[in-house]
């Protein structure tokens, strides 16, 4: 895939771009960010451009007057890889002599012995590329001996050479390998890219793309992931817990409330679960919103549900539903910070 067909990211692939144009590019990048979001897919798409063949100038029609001209510039791709030579061929298919991927084994760990052969291989210039491009994926699942075995080739890099690592946790990175590599920071997708993303690349129909993309938290491979997950049933829990709140039920109705969204004690809904219902909970509210403010019908995330939610409109009118979005907001930062699943779920129900 090249840079510029990378769902998202604009601003990092156009500094990228604009980098192997001028010949600044770092020779070590720490590429940063959440998982499944595809900063593997730009660390090869970096190593295409860095050794296509045939370079095409990605020359657009006129920019934009007004505001938009400056973000027009600013992502704009100077140079990128053709996709159709033998070298973006070889690339792509994992072939390439000369672009080097190193990827954690079974038990998710890179060992020395890899590391230590990888750099046997970078001792000289390319032999069939302008660039060796070694890909590190996962990088802070390097042992603690790896990552210093690799400490004087990022330093100083071999001639030739470039170093791109990708990690979701930098600071699992020994200081010492993060202070020698150019961090880039990736951000989450947007809902609408992730379903762009799940159509174009992944064959998802747009119905469905519409639908995993919301709860993906804009990660790919968390929307692809949710293609193994039973979605009626946790759209049926998110939907009865905005019932069984949107009445003004006393306390312990609501605790009941919370112990039917965290399960039995015998079948508990793990941690992953319960934050994909505490999503599609948030997209029932924002659906809530938008019918509430007369809103085009087509615009709505649920469209099965429209009756339902017609229905807890009348009960949360007014402020509410947006008080019960920044509820359910807060409740999932709660999660990713390690918080009880039953404690979460609890504070919840009170909340709504």
């Excluded at 604009?18 to 593997?40: C, E, N």
């Excluded at 690349?201 to 193994?228: C, F, N």
């Excluded at 399960?263 to 938008?290: C, F, H, N, P, Y």
């Excluded at 615009?299 to 920044?326: E, H, K, M």
Aim: with cysteine; proline share 5%; net charge neutral.
């Amino acid at each position: 895939m090249r840079l510029s067909e990378v769902v998202g990211h604009k601003r990092l692939t156009a500094l990228i771009s604009r980098a192997i144009d001028r010949d600044t590019l770092p020779p070590t990048l720490l590429f940063a960010g959440p998982a499944g979001i595809g900063k593997w897919v730009v660390a090869q798409a970096t190593a295409q451009a860095l050794n296509c063949l045939e370079p095409v100038r990605n020359l657009r029609e006129e920019p934009p007057s007004g505001t938009a001209a400056r973000t027009f510039v600013e992502n704009l791709l100077p140079i990128d890889a053709c996709g159709k030579c033998r070298a973006c061929d070889r690339i792509a298919r994992g072939v390439h002599v000369d672009v080097i991927a190193l990827e954690p084994d079974e038990r998710t760990s890179i060992k020395i012995d890899l590391v230590r052969d990888l750099l046997s291989r970078t001792g000289y210039r390319p032999f069939e590329g302008k660039r060796r491009v070694v890909l590190i994926r996962e990088a802070d699942t390097l042992e603690p001996e790896a990552q210093n075995s690799l400490l004087k080739s990022l330093e100083e890099p071999p001639p030739g050479t470039i170093f791109i690592l990708t990690t979701v946790i930098p600071g699992a990175l020994l200081p010492t390998v993060r202070s020698r590599c150019m961090r880039l920071r990736f951000g989450r997708l947007t809902a609408s890219e992730v379903s762009t993303a799940l159509v174009r690349d992944h064959g998802q129909s747009e119905a469905e793309a519409r639908v995993a993309a919301p709860l993906a938290d804009g990660s790919i491979g968390q929307a692809l992931a949710l293609s193994d997950t039973d979605l009626t049933a946790l759209r049926d829990s998110a939907l009865e817990l905005l019932q069984q709140t949107s009445g003004r039920a006393d306390t312990q109705a609501r605790l009941q409330a919370a112990t039917n969204l965290v399960g039995q004690k015998t079948k508990e809904r793990d941690r992953e679960e319960l934050a994909v219902v505490l999503r599609l909970t948030a997209s029932m509210l924002r659906d809530i919103e938008a019918i509430n403010a007369g809103a085009d019908r087509r615009v709505i995330a649920n469209p099965q549900l429209t009756g339902d939610l017609s229905t807890l409109a009348r009960a949360f009118s007014g402020d509410r539903a947006r008080s019960a979005f920044g509820a359910v907001d807060r409740a999932l930062t709660a999660l990713e910070r390690n918080a009880g699943t039953k404690v979460v779920a609890e504070w919840l129900a009170v909340q709504i």
